[in-house]
């Protein structure tokens, strides 16, 4: 798939006005930094969210993959053309080690989901789910946090 570059940036900056206009999102300072084509890349400063032992507090860090997986799921949809509301139906996530900066989160399709299956089952049913996965990065790249959410698209009529 090749990416048109200015629609996926006017898609980002959407996105980034939505994100802005959240007040939870905005307090956490989230911000939408990259998208690949395949990961959507976030990160929020330490200082906005951190716990009493000076580290990431865990609900940041499940808020901010969670709303990676979002606004992914967001993203791909502003870019297939097709309007929808997208809600989290469910989501596991796993704390794995404590993190001491910036919080940096990447998001993507889980294995073998299809946007394409998602998306025609939209176009066709009026909703859709699908699944991500995410996770926060610690200082040495490696994961301290997953998630693995379920997310249902459901069409603006």
Known sequence: MTLDLSQ???ALQELRAVAEAMPP??????RIDHYDG???DMHAPLDANVNDKGTAFGGSMTSLMTFSGWSLVMLQLRLAGAQADVF???????????????????AWLAPEQSWGTFLAT?????????QMQAHV???EGTPAATLSGR???????
């Not at 999102?25 to 989230?30: C, L, R």
């Not at 939209?122 to 699908?130: H, K, N, P, V």
Request: hydrophobic share 50%; aromatic share 6%.
């Open 8 to 10: 996926v940036e006017a």
């Open 25 to 30: 999102v905005a307090a956490m300072g989230f």
């Open 38 to 40: 395949l990961t959507l």
């Open 88 to 106: 989290v139906a469910d989501s596991e996530v796993r704390y794995r080690s404590p993190v001491i900066a910036e919080l940096r989160a990447q």
């Open 122 to 130: 939209l176009a066709e049913r009026g909703r859709a789910r699908i």
């Open 137 to 139: 990065l610690n200082t």
């Open 151 to 157: 997310y249902v698209a459901i069409a603006k009529r």
